[in-house]
Nanobody
Framework: QVQLVESGGGLVQPGGSLRLSCAAS????????MGWYRQAPGKQRELVAS???????NYLDSVKDRFTISRDNAKNTVYLQMNSLKPEDTAVYYC????????WGQGTQVTVSS
């Protein structure tokens, strides 16, 4: 029943910006910590950013000051604003919760290249 639908990825040049969205359903969204994860080919999936139901955030050091995670509990949606993108940000991006891992969506591809 849990569904996580990511969108907003695409091809962007270094220094560009993207805004990812994740529409969630099938659980009580407002009380769950939500996170954005990414996985590059041949590499392990890593947590990029997280946000509690109250809005407390944490970021991977390499994206801090460039990415902003936010959520709208009324809309069951979590966002990732990505600025100053670098080629090393290239990956498939997924949203999920630590309590829900095992219910992955399709992800959205972010490619940063000139």
């Amino acid at each position: 029943q849990v569904q996580l639908v990511e969108s907003g990825g695409g091809l962007v040049q270094p220094g560009g910006s993207l805004r990812l969205s994740c529409a969630a359903s099938g659980f009580i969204f407002s009380i769950y910590v939500m996170g954005w994860y990414r996985q590059a080919p041949g590499k392990q999936r890593e947590l990029v950013a997280s946000i509690t139901g109250r809005g407390v955030t944490n970021y991977l050091d390499s994206v801090k000051d460039r990415f902003t995670i936010s959520r709208d509990n009324a809309k069951n949606t979590v966002y990732l604003q990505m600025n100053s993108l670098k080629p090393e940000d290239t990956a498939v991006y997924y949203c999920n919760s630590p309590g829900l891992i095992g219910n992955w969506g399709q992800g959205t591809q972010v490619t940063v290249s000139s």
